[in-house]
């Protein structure tokens, strides 16, 4: 079956340290790529996407996203954490035929400060 | 702007009970879906509707119903609740059926537990 993977449940980091969140999609083909962020006690809120051109996208608050098509991965990066984007960090994929969105099972990221 | 509201904020219901969750959207778009989210197991699509009177089924469609009889509006109803649907509802939004692309609005969720 078609999937979104996010292979990191719960990611512990201090204060600026670097962050990398893997996201690996199973489709073929054409596909539009986002990552979405849920801070505690407020609505999902998308960080950035990925539909054609550069593949490497910038986003809210310093987040970076690379979408490297050969290997089915968006992975989500940022250089330097800080407390505030503790958070759970979704991935979703559109496969660029379909009203839909499939999203991966999140990662919830907790900054030390 | 609102944004996306979701009424109840919580709510318990009992096996075979039957509710509507309601979701309104004051940015006119057209597009707008039904999302459960249950603990490692991400969002999942219930239903979404691309204008009003037009609705279809997402990835867990069963067990829950939908209308669209206006561009604001989009309840959901549970004909006959189960354990099994009790989670986290989001409902959201996006300005237009070209939705390939488009930013998803969320509204704040309503936490049901089914009893």
């Known amino acids: 079956a078609q999937s979104v993977s996010q292979h990191n449940h719960h990611v512990i980091l201090s204060e600026a340290a670097s962050l990398e969140l893997g996201c690996n999609y199973s489709y073929g083909g054409t596909v539009n790529l986002f990552w979405y962020v849920q801070y505690p006690g407020q609505h999902l809120q998308l960080l950035l996407k990925?539909?054609?051109?550069?593949?490497l996208v910038k986003g809210i608050k310093g987040f970076e996203a690379e979408f490297i098509k050969s290997k089915f991965s968006f992975n989500l990066r940022k250089p330097s954490v800080q407390w505030s984007d503790t958070a759970e960090y979704f991935c979703a994929v559109n496969p660029g035929s379909a009203r839909q969105l499939t999203f991966g099972s999140g990662t919830q990221l907790t900054v030390l400060p | 702007n609102a944004g996306v509201t979701q009424t109840p904020k919580f709510q318990v219901l009992k096996t075979g009970q039957s509710m509507t969750l309601q979701c309104a959207q004051d940015?006119?778009?057209?597009?707008m879906s039904w999302y459960r989210q249950d603990p490692g197991m991400g969002l999942r699509l219930i239903h979404y509707?691309?204008?009003?009177?037009?609705?279809d089924q997402g990835e867990v469609p069963n067990g829950y119903n939908v209308s669209r009889s206006t561009t604001e509006d989009f309840p959901l109803r549970l004909l006959s609740a189960a354990p099994s649907q009790t989670s986290v509802y989001f409902c959201?939004?996006?300005?237009?059926?070209?939705?390939?692309?488009?930013?998803?609005?969320f509204g704040p969720g309503t936490r049901l537990t089914v009893l």
């Open positions: 509707s691309v204008g009003a009177g037009i609705t």
């Open positions: 959201a939004s996006s300005y237009s059926s070209d939705y390939y692309t488009d930013t998803q609005y």
């Open positions: 990925y539909f054609s051109g550069d593949p």
């Open positions: 940015m006119n778009h057209e597009y």
